[in-house]
């Protein structure tokens, strides 16, 4: 499993350097983070205790779906789900569609955090 690149910049710099890359302004670097936080504090919400400990079960169990998970966590199917799809927007969690289910996958559980104080 790959270590998951993560910048955090505050909004506006983001949407700045945004449209900077769209005018090709800025070039980004192969080593810059994929995925960005507005926060500290929005990256702690997503990377809370409970989130982590999801990815660590899906990458030490490998559960073939949704409700195999919510048994393993003791979480209720429904409140995983809305977890899942979040931690699946920022591109933690792949949701694989399997027949008439969904089987999550952790897509990391390594990450390096870039933060500059500006």
């Known amino acids: 499993m790959s270590k998951l690149k993560i910048g955090i910049m505050p909004r506006d710099q983001f949407q700045r350097r945004t449209l900077d890359i769209a005018a090709g302004k800025i070039v980004p670097a192969r080593n810059e983070p994929k995925i960005w936080f507005s926060s ?6 997503v990377l809370s205790e409970n989130n982590v400990r999801l990815l660590k079960l899906m990458e030490q169990h490998n559960p073939e779906t949704l409700n195999d998970l ?6 209720q199917p429904s409140n995983l789900s809305r977890t899942l799809k979040t931690l699946e927007r920022y591109g933690l969690v792949e949701l694989k569609r399997k027949d008439k289910t969904l089987q999550p996958i952790a897509k990391a559980t390594t990450f390096d955090i870039q933060y500059a104080i500006v």
Do not use: P, T
Request: glycine letters at 8%; a positive charge.
């Open 40 to 45: 500290l504090k929005s990256l702690s919400q």
């Open 70 to 75: 919510a048994l393993l966590s003791g979480r």
